[in-house]
C-alpha cells in the first residue's frame, strides 16, 4: 500500500527522514531499514531503541524531547495496569502518525498483522495477547501526554517477551474514532457550559413613613 501523501506535503518534523520505497512513507527513526533501503515499520531497530531510552529521543523523528512526551495506545492503555506498545514520541510527532503517515495506526482497514519475530500488538495488555490470530481487530486509538515513563517486558502474542511502556502521571488524554472513510478523526471534548453568576441582590429597605 503507498501513501496518497504527497512527498512536498510532509511535515517539515518528518522531512529529514529516509523515505522507504516500498511504501513511499517516511521510515520513523527508530524502525529497522533493510540494505535495500526498505523500511520494516513493525520491527523495531534495536541500537535506535536504546539510543531513544538513553537519551530520551523521539522514536519517530530522532529529536529529542522535551519535558512532555506522548504515548499513542487505546483505552486498554489507559487503565491503571495498561501498557502502552508504541515508544514515546513527540506530540506533534503523534499528531502526525495519526493523520495519516502511519498506516498501522490512522487506517482502520490497513491490518496490524504480528510478525514471525513476536513484536506485540498496540494497545493489548499481557491477557490480550494470549491466543490471538493472524489479523488484528482494530481499535481507535488515544493519546496521553505525560513526562515520565518507565520501560517493562511482557509477553506478546506468541509468548516471547517484547518491550512496553507504563505511563507515569497523565497531564491530559487526546481521544480518537474512526470517521466515515475508516480514517482516525480527533474526537473534540463536548464544550463546558458556562453559567453566568447572578450576584444576590440586597434588598431596598422600604422607604420610612413620614
Not at 126 to 152: D, H, N, Q, W
Amino acid at each position: 500500500m503507498t501513501s496518497q501523501v504527497n512527498p512536498g506535503q510532509w511535515p517539515p518534523e518528518v522531512k529529514h527522514l529516509p523515505v522507504c520505497p516500498h511504501r513511499r512513507l517516511p521510515i520513523p527513526f527508530i524502525a529497522e531499514v533493510g540494505p535495500d533501503g526498505i523500511g520494516h515499520f513493525t520491527i523495531l531497530d534495536n541500537k535506535r531503541a536504546r539510543d531513544c531510552l538513553e537519551r530520551r529521543l523521539c522514536a519517530m523523528c530522532g529529536l529529542p524531547m522535551g519535558a512532555e512526551v506522548a504515548l499513542l495506545g487505546d483505552a486498554a492503555s489507559l487503565r491503571p495496569s495498561g501498557i502502552w506498545i508504541e515508544p514515546p514520541v513527540h506530540e506533534r510527532c503523534a499528531e502526525i502518525a495519526a493523520s495519516g503517515l502511519c498506516p498501522f495506526v490512522s487506517r482502520k482497514r490497513v491490518p496490524r498483522r504480528p510478525p514471525e519475530d513476536g513484536v506485540a500488538i498496540l494497545g493489548m495488555g499481557p491477557a490480550e495477547l494470549a491466543g490471538v490470530g493472524r489479523s488484528i481487530p482494530k481499535r481507535p486509538c488515544v493519546m496521553a501526554i505525560t513526562e515520565s515513563y518507565t520501560v517493562g517486558l511482557a509477553p506478546s502474542h506468541v509468548g516471547t517477551p517484547v518491550m512496553v511502556y507504563l505511563a507515569g502521571p497523565i497531564v491530559r488524554v487526546r481521544r480518537y474514532a474512526w470517521d466515515a472513510d475508516g480514517k482516525l478523526a480527533e474526537v473534540q471534548p463536548a464544550p463546558t457550559r458556562t453559567v453566568r453568576a447572578v450576584r444576590n441582590q440586597p434588598r431596598r429597605r422600604p422607604r420610612s413613613q413620614r
